[in-house]
């Protein structure tokens, strides 16, 4: 029971610093962290758990990686599904708690605000299609998977593989804040479109099934292509 609750504390910290960071700290005027902010908490966050409990679970935090890790061969099939468990479980609490902080703000509204929550069209931050989304999605989850395989190859530097995947998902936000708010995680989206609970329950569709497909291929990429046999 130890991984499963890494997982959901790591997924806790995760949604509740990433999104915490949105919610809470983006949009000060003057003071506000702004979208770089935004997308160093995120990365943060998995740096920081993936030190504090990786050595107990692995460190996912993502159910589009665990999924992943499987299809490279690196995850034993038994436990996807009470991880993916443990993780939505985790992003929801997060969110719970998220809620209950930025309720105390007077005019404070979820539903409103969209709460952090991942959305395409007209629930893009800049206006992106659905087309854009959902590629955007595929292409960073693919290459998020590539660099946490590599990381944690026996080949690799040893001790720095969360450093780099904590960096490696900072990036992703930079990149594809303006166009979806950046999911490549179908927990943490779970977490605040439930709260939110309009349009981003009808398109939390597309963040579950593009970042796991993109955490498939981004896997398969690397175990066939550029992995060796003894990983």
Known sequence: MKKYFAEFFGTFWLVLGGCGSAVLAAAIPDLGIGYAGVALAFGLTVLTMAFAVGHISGGHFN??????????????????????????????CAAGVLYVIASGHAGF?????????????????????????????VVLTAF???????????????????????????LIHLISIPVTNTSVNPARSTGVALFQGGWAIEQLWLFWVAPIIGGAIGAAIYRFVLGNDEE
């Open 63 to 92: 159910p589009a990686v665990s999924v992943g890790l499987f299809v490279g061969g690196r995850f034993n099939g038994k436990d996807l599904l009470p991880y993916i468990i443990a993780q939505v479980i985790g992003a929801i």
């Open 109 to 137: 509204d979820a539903a409103a605000s969209g709460f952090a929550s991942n959305g395409f069209g007209e629930h893009s931050p800049n206006g992106y299609d659905m087309m854009s989304a959902l590629v955007i999605e």
């Open 144 to 170: 998020f998977l590539i660099i946490i395989m590599g990381a944690t190859s026996k080949r690799a530097p040893a001790g720095f593989a969360p450093i780099a995947i904590g960096l490696a998902l900072t």
